[in-house]
Structures are given as structure tokens and as C-alpha cells.
């Protein structure tokens, strides 16, 4: 199985920066993507960024130029680096990987970003 350990949340006022990590464990064979996905209180979880295993990356359009995905491939760890934050970037953030050729699905447990006005 995979475990994914996701670290660097917080609260942070507008306009600041935070960097998320998520660190993942256990049978890494073939890992496709990985990628950050959030969820606001009341709304339904949305992608943020993903990252392929070639390099290849995909925004949501709310965050394309503030943030930035990026990934070690020998630490099987990929970062998430936030900058002009925003209220409305609050949320529970939520690792994911993408394994193997059946494209199995993976989430950390989440780690809150709140961002004050």
C-alpha cells in the first residue's frame, strides 16, 4: 500500500507564503502523478496542481502564477510552494498519487491552510 504524509500548513495572512510537502511511503512502483487537491468548508474538493512523473504540470486557473508544483522524484516527495495567498485559498489541502498501470488512486489525511484578511 501507499501512505502519504502530507506537512507545512498553517495560518498565514494575505499576501504571505507557505510551503506544502507531502512524502509518500510503501509500494512506489510506477507512480504516474501526484498532485494537491483542497477543500473549502461547505464546498467540494477541487484540484489545485498536479505534476507528472515526466515533469509535466497542470493549475487550477485560480492559482496559475502564484502557485508552484514541484517534485523529488528520489525522495518521492512533492512540494507545493503558495505565494500572494489569498482568504478565499483557505482550505483543508489534500495530497494525491496516481500508481500503477490501473491509475490507483491515494490521499494523505490533509493538512489546513488558513489564510486571514
Known amino acids: 500500500q501507499v501512505q502519504l504524509v502530507e506537512s507545512g500548513g498553517g495560518l498565514v495572512q494575505a499576501g504571505g507564503s507557505l510551503r506544502l510537502s507531502c512524502a509518500a511511503f510503501?509500494?512506489?512502483?510506477?507512480?504516474?502523478?501526484m498532485g494537491w487537491y483542497r477543500q473549502a468548508p461547505g464546498k467540494q474538493r477541487e484540484l489545485v496542481a498536479t505534476?507528472?512523473?515526466?515533469?509535466?504540470?497542470n493549475y487550477a486557473d485560480s492559482v496559475k502564477g502564484r502557485f508552484t508544483i514541484s517534485r523529488d522524484n528520489a525522495k518521492n516527495t512533492v512540494y507545493l510552494q503558495m505565494n500572494t495567498l489569498k482568504p478565499e485559498d483557505t482550505a483543508v489541502y489534500y495530497c494525491?498519487?496516481?500508481?500503477?498501470?490501473?491509475?490507483?488512486?491515494?490521499w494523505g489525511k490533509g493538512t489546513l491552510v488558513t489564510v486571514s484578511s
Open positions: 494525491n498519487l496516481d500508481r500503477g498501470l490501473s491509475h490507483m488512486i491515494y
Open positions: 510503501g509500494n512506489l512502483f510506477i507512480i504516474n502523478a
Open positions: 505534476i507528472t512523473s515526466g515533469g509535466s504540470t
